[in-house]
């Protein structure tokens, strides 16, 4: 394999790599020049749409066509939210991104800005990334001073001004339309689609919600062009006419039992065991892989034999997960119980289930609930089948909920029993040696806190 | 200052949620600035401040309740401690001992989570994933980032005092 060169991330390390000066002295802001001094809107969203990127935040849609879902012609204002509310367990690229290299995400706000016609960005940041929230403020002021923000900049009719506004710890504000209702000053309730945001999103106006990620991907393509970006990646499979392909570099985020973790960037496809052995040092103290999330805890689980799975948007799914995610490979160790595991990741969605939707806030607090009664050594091989049950009904797939949360709370239920069931069946047997055949109800235990 | 009529809200803080209104078409968007800008202040929004708020944002206090409660992130009874730490117990700082560590720190300081040593020095909250699993287990202490702690390590580190919290 021959070396990858970070692009995304060369700020990392670089002394004062997050100003305005040492982002020029890298080549930054050329490009937005060069685009604001020739090109239109459609010549931005016609590059973007080429390059093939797909959005970065977790669902890989292609971010050229969702820009062109925005109404011709619409009298403004249109609006560009940042989703910088990265929640999703095991990802930190975002925080990196904005804390070593502010400027690129400004730049690719900016760009995207322009294609979009929108006038004003806001960037929804998460409450616990006050360092990030310092760098961006430091960074935006720079550009106005710079003039690459404000009103008609470089002399062309377009302006542009961005807002930070941070959120207060709910999860859910990941969730696009969650983003824009939290924004509104509203509680975080994702709401039904259509209509989408790009029809009617933040304050009822047409809205495009992009990752920080995917602005910094606009950055570089505008600086290094489409080629560039087609050059890396895994190509749109023939066989499959929509499949719109993996291409580019991508920032994985490497945790857990790992000896190195770190984010590390690589081209879309690298395998999980390719990055776990070349970028993280290996599973830590000399130990094996039991599984590996492949994309953030609610893409599921990989099993060790499944770790040479490439780690594009496609990959994950072949294997029974639910796909490619935010990216983040977190590595479980074969000293880790299965169980706790499934507990952990049932207590994260029982707290973050924002409750409008009914199947989601029962589904997550009930499985956490009965994870809870397995764990004290009260569990019966029936509560797997629950399990199964609650997995198989909540969520947007089988059309239960709203938003994707449940399926996000559903999938590591279901990869964990269905590959680990052998595990799960021990822990019951051993720890309930009296009960575990037992199939009567059984009394509800206390209540636990919901989002 | 506080104004006359106001019990929580000082000049200075309506300032600054002033000073945000330009960039939004509505007020109603402010809510969320305007709770992190008195929380900053108070340690806590109490319902006596939620009624302010709606007042200067001309909405019905129930409505900015709404939207606070729904965070879970502003404490309403008390003010949190000078030092808020939020221990992360998500998967990745979990499979670092990041439960042990809030279990720890919790009894060493006598308190459950999410409460407040009687001092009024620090409160230890369960928090979920910080963004941070590069340095797990990790805590986040007002402003700073804590990074690869263990319990003896996170011990010291929430003894030295700290800037405010932004």
Redesign the interface.
Known sequence: MTPFKPVLLEAVGVPDGHTIASYKSRGGYAPLEATLAGKQPTDVIEMVKSSGLRGRGGAGFPTGLKWTFLPKDHPG?IYLCINAD???????N??ILMEDDPHQVIEGIILSSFATRAS?AYLYL??????S??RLQAAIDEAYAAGYLGQNIRGTNFSL?I?L???????ICGEETGLIE???????WPRIKPPFPAIEGL?RKPTVVNNIETMACVAQIARRGVDWFKSIGVPADPANPRDPGSYGPKLY?????VER???YEAPLGITARELIEQFGGGVWKGRKAKAV?PGG?SMGLMTESELDTPLDFAGPGKVGCLGLGTA?V?V?DDQ?SIV??LH??A??FA??S?GQCTPCREGTSWSLRLLERIKAGKGRLKDLDILLEIGNTMGMMPGSTICGLADGAAWPMKNAIKKFRGEFEDYIKRTNPSGWMVTDPVPALQIVGA? | MIAPGRTYLTDEMVAKIEALAP?Y??R??????A??IVNAELRHVPLGAVVEIAAVLGLAPA?VQ??LT?????HQEKPHGKVRA?VC????C???GGDHLLEHLCKQNGVEPYGTTPDGELTIEP??????????PCI?AN?D?LKNMTPETAAAELKKPRAR??
Do not use: M
């Open positions: 204002p990265e929640s999703e367990p095991g990802t930190f975002n925080r004003t998460r409450y616990e990334y006050p360092q929230w310092h001004d807002y506004h941070r959120g207060a710890a709910a999860y939290s924004l509104e000053g509203k509680r975080a304050f985020c490497l945790s857990g039992h973790p770190g984010c999330i805890i983040a977190v479980i880790t706790d595991f952990n990741s207590r994260f707290h973050e924002c989002h | 960039r078409p509505n109603r968007a402010l809510t969320l600035p709770l992190h409505e709404d939207t729904f965070y879970q992130f502003f939020f117990r998500s998967v990745s979990a499979l670092r928090a979920e994933c910080l963004g941070a699993c590069d340095f797990a986040l402003d980032l919290a932004t």
